[in-house]
């Protein structure tokens, strides 16, 4: 099982750019799938984004063609890359990993981390 700690959040402008990342401690980081996700106020927690072991990825509709995941396994870390903000992207965001996409699909983690604030406001 990896640790995961979830950085990078912060408070930007409408139309700006920032990059999260994951950080994971643990063996075997490399064969996991990797998710990131994220929880509005009075929201249901939502996949935003998925990355497979051999680096497959997946995008909600709402971020397509803005958002990018990524990961560098000898860092064991997934990015997510977040250009073109909207209000509508403030939320916590979160990562998860699992052995199975069909995990970080369905989001079923007994547990997860703090989170990072993302905040997109003039």
């Known amino acids: 099982q990896v640790q995961l700690v979830e950085s990078g959040g912060g408070l930007v402008q409408p139309g700006g750019s920032l990059r999260l990342s994951c950080a994971a401690s643990?063996?075997?980081?490399?064969?996991?799938?990797m998710g990131w996700y994220r929880q509005a106020p009075g929201k249901q927690r939502e996949l935003v984004a998925s990355?497979?072991?051999?680096?497959?990825?997946n995008y909600a509709d709402s971020v397509k063609r803005r958002f990018t995941i990524s990961r560098d396994n000898a860092k064991k870390t997934v990015y997510l890359q977040m250009n073109s903000l909207k209000p509508e992207d403030t939320a916590v965001y979160y990562c998860?990993?699992?052995?199975?996409?069909?995990?970080?699909?369905?989001?079923?983690?007994?547990?997860w981390g703090q989170g990072t604030q993302v905040t997109v406001s003039s």
């Open positions: 998860n990993a699992d052995r199975w996409i069909a995990t970080i699909i369905n989001a079923d983690f007994p547990s």
């Open positions: 643990g063996s075997f980081f490399s064969i996991y799938a």
């Open positions: 990355i497979t072991s051999g680096g497959t990825t």
